[in-house]
Each structure stands twice: as C-alpha cells, then as structure tokens.
T-cell receptor, first 113, second 111 residues
Framework: DSGVTQTPKHLITATGQRVTLRCSPRSGDLSVYWYQQSLDQGLQFLIQ???????AKGNILERFSAQQFPDLHSELNLSSLELGDSALYFC????????????FGSGTRLTVV | DAKTTQPPSMDCAEGRAANLPCNHS???????VYWYRQIHSQGPQYIIHGLKNNETNEMASLIITEDRKSSTLILPHATLRDTAVYYCIAAPVASGSRLTFGEGTQLTVNP
C-alpha cells in the first residue's frame, strides 16, 4: 500500500457518459497530480493541484475537469466519454518543498464501451 | 524539464547487476535526476533520486557523472520481480513540479 488511495479500481461505462475518479493523497501531502496512460501512449500529465488550488495543467481535454477539496482528496471528472478515453488514470501525491519522490496510487482502469 | 534519453529495452540475467543508462545532456543546475519504475500497469514506483552525488538506498544505486550529463541506475542483484519499465526523469529541485515521463527502458530479467 503506497498510501495514495484511488477509487474505483475498475470502471466500465458507455460512450457519452460522465464518471468521477477519486484520489486520497498520502497523509501530509498537499500536492496531487493526475496522469493518463493509454495503450498507445505513455504516462501523460493531466493536471496538478496544490492545497486546493490548480497549479499546473498538461494535456487535459476540456471535457475533463478536476478539483481538490479542503480535506485534500481530489476528484477527476470525465464527461462526454469517448472510446479513446479508455485508459489507466493514476493519481500521485507529494510534499512540496522537498526533493523527495512522488507516490503514485494503483490507478483506475476506465473502459468506455 | 530536461529531455532524457534511455535505451528502449535491456535484458539482464537473474542475480546479476542491471545497469540502466540515462542521458540528460541538457540538465540544468536546479534539476534532480529521478528514477521510477512501472511493473505491468501498476502505479509507477519511486526508486531513487540525486542531484550530483552518487546515492544508494535499499532498492538501488544511482551514479551521476561529474558533468551531470548522464547517470546510471544500478540494481545490484536483479530478480524476476525487477522486470519493469524504468523511467529516468530530470525535474526541478523543488518538489511540486510535475514529472514528465518519457518512453523508459523495458528491463527484462531472465532466469
């Protein structure tokens, strides 16, 4: 157990639907990162939050959004889902101000049918 | 973040040392070298990081050249469970910067 909890582990949904992925960071970590990993692509950075504020944005589609709540958990919302959104979605957390490593969760496997 | 270059694949015999190279010739002074690995669709796992000195922990050793343009991750006694994709990343000192993953090296440890 890495300390970063992602739910659900697996999700199967239909095209056009909306889903929410949840991430609880490691205790004490203020920064949360979301990554997408498709079969034909590597790990793609989507978005970062720090203590409730958006800090950096990567290749995140307009159909996707995220937020970080006061208790520091984060949610990634994916809407108008397409077949190509099928992927592994990973969340990571870190302690800002330290050069230490980032801790990743075990991911959510999303399948859009 | 500085671009890193790694061989796409490597093989290693079980019990032998695995030496994974990484080139980061454009690394800047405020960038650490981080190594992560990903075992078949699991979440990436932090291995080690360093700035300019060599580092060792319970998982691996990191050797960084004096000019910091390249580094080598050493797994001293590779096991079958070390079969994974290994990523070398150069990122700024202050944690809080996103990590940019490249293609990595697929290490296969053979019995």
């Amino acid at each position: 157990d890495s300390g970063v909890t992602q739910t659900p582990k697996h999700l199967i949904t239909a095209t056009g639907q909306r889903v929410t992925l949840r991430c609880s960071p490691r205790s004490g970590d203020l920064s949360v990162y979301w990554y997408q990993q498709s079969l034909d692509q590597g790990l793609q950075f989507l978005i970062q939050y720090y203590n409730g504020e958006e800090r950096a944005k990567g290749n995140i589609l307009e159909r996707f959004s995220a937020q970080q709540f006061p208790d520091l958990h984060s949610e990634l919302n994916l809407s108008s889902l397409e077949l190509g959104d099928s992927a592994l979605y990973f969340c990571a957390s870190s302690v800002v101000g330290s050069a230490g490593g980032y801790t990743f969760g075990s991911g959510t496997r999303l399948t859009v049918v | 973040d500085a671009k890193t270059t790694q061989p796409p694949s490597m093989d290693c015999a079980e019990g032998r040392a695995a030496n994974l190279p990484c080139n980061h010739s454009t690394i800047s002074g405020n960038e650490y070298v981080y190594w992560y690995r990903q075992i078949h669709s699991q979440g990436p796992q932090y291995i080690i990081h360093g700035l300019k000195n060599n580092e060792t922990n319970e998982m691996a050793s990191l050797i960084i050249t004096e000019d910091r343009k390249s580094s080598t991750l050493i797994l001293p006694h590779a096991t079958l469970r070390d079969t994974a994709v290994y990523y070398c990343i150069a990122a700024p000192v202050a944690s809080g910067s996103r990590l940019t993953f490249g293609e990595g090296t697929q290490l296969t440890v053979n019995p």
